[in-house]
């Protein structure tokens, strides 16, 4: 991530308050921090391989800020609702003042000028394609940016989350074409606010079914979506998460971004760690965008793979019987 924060530290453009606690909203892992307390900061990150990063760095972590803030920095989400209502957040629990930080994909400008039209702005500061500027906090400017919760066919959803605004169409194609029994134990790896899950619940012969998600606000409208008393919630990796037994089943749409890039990486590692989390005989559906070069992977992870669906857009892929196992 781009040094605007410590350029603009270091230069004099700004200067944090002396004393009291920074909240620091959405830093990714390779954000530089460099210039600020660690002391004195709390990360607030819904997203666990943050999360777990920035706590093995010694900073105080948490997934929901624990104010009041001297001041508070916002590093921007892609999703234009997240990015207003972590603004919100921030303007309502700090006295001194609020710092966003955004490269120009990520709508800086925009916002930039939405923020001018409620206050004025301290000061900014452009560079490496983006943009940082700050000014004093003041709640009731920007209490209409609150998050609120949206219905989605009786589905709950928050700003931010993966297909907010509505049904996932690859993970409704996936939804369709599940078999009607899976197994007693069951994962929805990238569980997101529950859709999928909803649907293997509806399957016979369950016994468990873990949802594994990443993002802890999408796992948090998961919770209120799946009242199953079979599910169990997982606020995880995928890539790293290990169920408490063998599965006899994993589904998942994997994602394939990391922040607005393409990362293929993502569903290929997904499948390799769905194939360590199922039983010899276990079973694999997924659903993925046609061009995703997952093939070699799946060669390598199962010994059977067919595509029994599918359309111009999206590819549905059956694996079974898993060779790989995690050591």
Same mark, same amino acid.
């Given at each position: 991530?781009?040094?605007?924060?410590?350029?603009?530290?270091?230069?004099?453009?700004?200067?944090?308050?002396?004393?009291?606690?920074?909240?620091?909203?959405?830093?990714?892992?390779?954000?530089?921090?460099?210039?600020?307390?660690?002391?004195?900061?709390?990360? #607030?990150?819904?997203?666990?391989?943050?999360?777990?990063?920035?706590?093995?760095?010694?900073?105080?972590?948490?997934?929901?800020?624990?104010?009041?803030?001297?001041?508070?920095?916002?590093?921007?989400?892609?999703?234009?609702?997240?990015?207003?209502?972590?603004?919100?957040?921030?303007?309502?629990?700090?006295?001194?003042?609020?710092?966003?930080?955004?490269?120009?994909?990520?709508?800086?400008?925009?916002?930039?000028?939405?923020?001018?039209?409620?206050?004025?702005?301290?000061?900014?500061?452009?560079?490496?394609?983006?943009?940082?500027?700050?000014?004093?906090?003041?709640?009731?400017?920007?209490?209409?940016?609150?998050?609120?919760?949206?219905?989605?066919?009786?589905?709950?959803?928050?700003?931010?989350?993966?297909?907010?605004?509505?049904?996932?169409?690859?993970?409704?194609?996936?939804?369709?074409?599940?078999?009607?029994?899976?197994?007693?134990?069951?994962?929805?790896?990238?569980?997101?606010?529950?859709?999928?899950?909803?649907?293997?619940?509806?399957?016979?012969?369950?016994?468990?079914?873990?949802? #594994?998600?990443?993002?802890?606000?999408?796992?948090?409208?998961?919770?209120?979506?799946? !009242?199953?008393?079979?599910?169990?919630?997982?606020?995880?990796?995928?890539?790293?998460?290990?169920?408490?037994?063998?599965?006899?089943?994993?589904?998942?749409?994997?994602?394939?971004?990391?922040?607005?890039?393409?990362?293929?990486?993502?569903?290929?590692?997904?499948?390799?760690?769905?194939?360590?989390?199922?039983?010899?005989?276990?079973?694999?559906?997924?659903?993925?965008?046609?061009?995703?070069?997952?093939?070699?992977?799946?060669?390598?992870?199962?010994?059977?793979?067919?595509?029994?669906?599918?359309?111009?857009?999206?590819?549905?892929?059956?694996?079974?019987?898993? !060779?790989?196992?995690?050591?």
């Amino acid at each position: 991530m781009s040094p605007r924060l410590s350029l603009a530290l270091s230069e004099g453009a700004l200067s944090l308050p002396e004393t009291g606690r920074i909240a620091v909203f959405g830093a990714s892992p390779d954000a530089d921090l460099s210039a600020l307390p660690r002391a004195r900061c709390q990360i #607030v990150t819904p997203l666990r391989p943050a999360y777990d990063h920035w706590r093995a760095q010694g900073y105080e972590c948490g997934t929901d800020p624990a104010g009041p803030f001297a001041c508070s920095i916002v590093f921007l989400p892609r999703a234009k609702a997240a990015a207003r209502a972590v603004i919100a957040q921030a303007m309502a629990l700090t006295s001194g003042p609020v710092l966003i930080d955004g490269a120009k994909t990520d709508g800086i400008d925009s916002l930039l000028k939405e923020v001018r039209k409620r206050l004025p702005v301290s000061g900014s500061l452009s560079k490496a394609h983006g943009k940082l500027f700050w000014l004093p906090a003041d709640p009731a400017a920007f209490s209409d940016w609150v998050a609120r919760p949206s219905q989605i066919d009786g589905f709950t959803t928050l700003p931010g989350v993966f297909s907010a605004d509505g049904v996932d169409p690859a993970s409704a194609l996936l939804a369709s074409a599940l078999p009607a029994r899976l197994g007693a134990h069951v994962a929805d790896l990238g569980a997101g606010w529950g859709y999928l899950s909803s649907a293997i619940l509806s399957r016979g012969d369950l016994a468990a079914l873990h949802l #594994v998600e990443a993002d802890e606000v999408a796992l948090r409208c998961a919770r209120l979506n799946v !009242t199953d008393p079979r599910a169990r919630f997982h606020w995880a990796d995928a890539r790293h998460w290990q169920p408490p037994e063998p599965l006899d089943t994993v589904v998942m749409n994997p994602p394939f971004h990391t922040g607005r890039s393409g990362d293929p990486g993502l569903g290929q590692a997904f499948i390799t760690s769905a194939s360590a989390m199922l039983k010899p005989s276990g079973q694999l559906w997924m659903v993925a965008n046609r061009h995703l070069p997952y093939e070699d992977t799946l060669a390598q992870s199962f010994r059977e793979i067919t595509e029994p669906s599918g359309d111009s857009r999206f590819k549905l892929i059956h694996a079974a019987r898993p !060779t790989r196992r995690r050591a």
